[in-house]
């Protein structure tokens, strides 16, 4: 009996190594909300230049942001969707089990749309990034 009590211990001291570390890591984040990243660009560009080019273009930002409200929409209703299953499995009553099943196909339905979504945003991001580069290549031959 020793022994499985001093592994298990050892298990739980490991564990919390684990989780001290864990929060450490955290809490050094947190600490450090300030922190920027450096932007490398193929093309050359200085980190003034992009940041030009990101203040130049308020429409691209526009469409962003539309596209990720989009996907937290969804994201915000799949969470409402898997409480209610939740709820209604730990119900245990036969007509909220029945419930479920429409419950997690529109779930289904969902991830594909938000699947759906990202692949615009980065579909139309990547079209934007391909056509500064033109412009900017553009630019520089003159």
Known sequence: MTPLHSSSSAAE???????NHHRSKNHR???????TTTL?????????EVEDAEDADPEVWANLNKGFRQVQS???R??????????NQQSRIHDNMVKNVS???????????????????????T???QQRSKNNSSRRDK
Not at 29 to 35: F, G, I, V
Not at 105 to 124: F, M, R
């Open 13 to 19: 001291s490991t564990m919390e190594d684990l989780s």
């Open 40 to 48: 490398s660009t193929t093309n050359g560009e200085s980190d003034g």
């Open 29 to 35: 984040r947190r600490r450090h909300p300030s922190t």
């Open 103 to 125: 419950l997690i196909q529109e779930l289904n339905g969902n991830i594909s749309k938000v699947a759906s979504l990202y692949s615009d945003i980065n579909t139309h991001f």
């Open 74 to 76: 969804v994201l915000d």
């Open 127 to 129: 079209n934007v990034c």
């Open 78 to 87: 799949n969470r409402l969707l898997i409480q209610q299953v939740n709820e």
